[in-house]
């Protein structure tokens, strides 16, 4: 399998991909309702045999040449990560840590106020370790639904929620939603890196925008990804939130953006015969 970059090259992509760890999918698709390009970026880097890389970031909206930040945050990962020439371990996480600050610098180089956020994944024989920067989010759960990993976004509606200030429903409507304080091209940004996760046979890791986040409610997220072939699964959230934002129902999240979506199923270990 080869790099899958998405750059925001095409108004819809959807693209399923199975490696020698697991399945993997991803879809991408421009705000509809805005004459302006797809400022997400995504990226799919396998390292090795036994190792890869996903990536979500989001060019900050409002500021110029946001997608040009999330390009260049994805881009300059993908490359610090291709130098260690498929070594991993310690070598694969100083790469992402090496690769995620010299993002935030050339971003900041720009000199144009844009930014990005980030959720990175590095995946690898049974494990996940999540990187993230902002509000772009890393979950996991199993085939039964059960909840076993999600990134706080770096924003204080994240940070009502975490300490349980807010409900989830309430955190949806609130006027300060997408107010965000982490974000890769700020002089004082932060990578918050979770510790390694062991993934069992069959768990689903998802990255997305929020574009995703803004539009559904965790347990609607987790019921539309925990089984089933994944690239139903994909394909059925996706028009899913692409419903939810064309449509305001009240008490449902509606807010049109654009979203990107990836997803990591673990298939179990073959079993070998005896020789």
């Given at each position: 399998?080869?790099?899958?970059?998405?750059?925001?090259?095409?108004?819809?992509?959807?693209?399923?991909?199975?490696?020698?760890?697991?399945?993997?999918?991803?879809?991408?698709?421009?705000?509809?309702?805005?004459?302006?390009?797809?400022?997400?970026?995504?990226?799919?880097?396998?390292?090795?045999?036994?190792?890869?890389?996903?990536?979500?970031?989001?060019?900050?909206?409002?500021?110029?040449?946001?997608?040009?930040?999330?390009?260049?945050?994805?881009?300059?990962?993908?490359?610090?990560?291709?130098?260690?020439?498929?070594?991993?371990?310690?070598?694969?996480?100083?790469?992402?840590?090496?690769?995620?600050?010299?993002?935030?610098?050339?971003?900041?180089?720009?000199?144009?106020?844009?930014?990005?956020?980030?959720?990175?994944?590095?995946?690898?024989?049974?494990?996940?370790?999540t990187y993230h920067v902002g509000d772009?989010?890393?979950?996991?759960?199993?085939?039964?639904?059960?909840?076993?990993?999600?990134?706080?976004?770096?924003?204080?509606?994240?940070?009502?929620?975490?300490?349980?200030?807010?409900?989830?429903?309430?955190?949806?409507?609130?006027?300060?939603?997408?107010?965000?304080?982490?974000?890769?091209?700020?002089?004082?940004?932060?990578?918050?890196?979770?510790?390694?996760?062991?993934?069992?046979?069959?768990?689903?890791?998802?990255?997305?925008?929020?574009?995703?986040?803004?539009?559904?409610?965790?347990?609607?997220?987790?019921?539309?990804?925990?089984?089933?072939?994944?690239?139903?699964?994909?394909?059925?959230?996706?028009?899913?939130?692409?419903?939810?934002m064309a449509c305001h129902d009240q008490?449902?999240?509606?807010?049109?953006?654009?979203?990107?979506?990836?997803?990591?199923?673990?298939?179990?270990?073959?079993?070998?015969?005896?020789?």
């Amino acid at each position: 399998m080869h790099d899958r970059m998405y750059l925001g090259d095409h108004d819809e992509e959807l693209d399923v991909f199975t490696t020698g760890l697991g399945q993997v999918a991803a879809a991408t698709i421009g705000d509809r309702q805005k004459n302006a390009p797809n400022e997400d970026s995504a990226a799919i880097i396998p390292v090795d045999e036994d190792h890869l890389v996903l990536i979500v970031a989001d060019g900050v909206g409002g500021m110029s040449e946001a997608r040009r930040a999330s390009n260049l945050t994805v881009e300059t990962v993908r490359e610090a990560v291709k130098r260690i020439g498929g070594s991993t371990g310690s070598k694969l996480r100083m790469a992402i840590l090496d690769g995620i600050e010299a993002a935030n610098r050339k971003v900041l180089e720009l000199g144009t106020g844009s930014a990005s956020t980030l959720a990175l994944a590095e995946v690898g024989p049974a494990y996940v370790r999540t990187y993230h920067v902002g509000d772009s989010i890393a979950l996991v759960c199993g085939q039964r639904g059960r909840l076993k990993l999600t990134t706080t976004p770096h924003s204080p509606i994240g940070f009502a929620m975490e300490a349980g200030l807010l409900d989830e429903s309430e955190a949806l409507q609130h006027v300060d939603l997408n107010v965000i304080f982490n974000v890769v091209g700020s002089a004082d940004m932060r990578i918050e890196i979770g510790s390694e996760l062991p993934l069992a046979p069959y768990d689903t890791l998802l990255l997305a925008s929020d574009g995703l986040t803004d539009n559904l409610l965790q347990e609607e997220i987790i019921h539309m990804i925990r089984s089933g072939p994944l690239e139903t699964r994909v394909c059925g959230l996706t028009e899913l939130v692409q419903g939810r934002m064309a449509c305001h129902d009240q008490g449902k999240p509606s807010k049109p953006d654009d979203y990107t979506v990836i997803l990591f199923r673990r298939q179990a270990p073959r079993l070998r015969g005896k020789s």
